[in-house]
């Protein structure tokens, strides 16, 4: 964790973006005012200055989901600065926003999270990601299981499996150690 004075934080990156997506489309801010009012949102010129000129100290979720899609870029890019650099996720927390972005998609825990409480709240059928031959993870491990010991293996031994906190007993060889899930 970096503590620096100097990090990003949520809104006043979303703001700077919103300005810098703004201008790139060659909008005003009665322009941008419009497309979120034609997405359910109200704005007009005024809140959309307030926003980029920091006077704006919230954003919505709503309003960055409908901000994302006025600009067509995903939320996370919104959020979390494009350009490397220090980002603060709460007040004592500060990661470098590839990081941050990465947790935001799901794919990395940040540092004192609990990882099987992490993984476990992924959609089983989000947590294969594609390999090379086109064959997700969690089916590649399936298909090796179901090789092994002739059975299907059940969606909560193979989320054990796939997150480290167990290898199916017929599959350990004795080098993997099992490791408890951390009391809650």
Do not use: C
């Not at 997405?39 to 200055?49: P, Q």
């Not at 901000?67 to 007040?91: C, I, K, N, T, Y």
């Not at 089916?139 to 059940?154: H, K, L, S, V």
Request: no cysteine.
């Amino acid at each position: 964790m970096d503590h620096t004075e100097n990090a990003a934080d949520p809104v006043a990156t979303i703001s700077a973006r919103v300005k810098e997506l703004r201008t790139r489309k060659g909008w005003t801010g009665a322009d941008l005012g419009r497309q979120m009012t034609a997405r359910g949102i109200r704005w007009d010129r005024s809140i959309v200055a307030n926003l980029e000129n920091g006077r704006r100290a919230t954003v919505s979720v709503s309003e960055l989901l409908a901000l994302a899609r006025v600009f067509d870029v995903a939320p996370v890019h919104l959020l979390v600065p494009v350009q490397e650099q220090p980002f603060r996720v709460a007040e004592d927390e500060v990661y470098p926003a590839r990081r941050v972005r990465a947790w935001i998609r799901g794919e990395s825990p940040l540092p004192g999270t609990d990882e099987r409480i992490f993984r476990s709240e992924v959609p089983l059928d989000e947590l294969g990601r594609l390999t090379v031959e086109g064959q997700s993870r969690r089916d590649r491990m399936r298909a090796e299981y179901r090789a092994a010991t002739g059975r299907e293996i059940g969606d909560d031994a193979l989320l054990n499996w796939m997150t480290g906190y167990e290898t199916p007993k017929e599959l350990d060889d004795g080098e993997q150690e099992h490791r408890e899930a951390p009391e809650r």
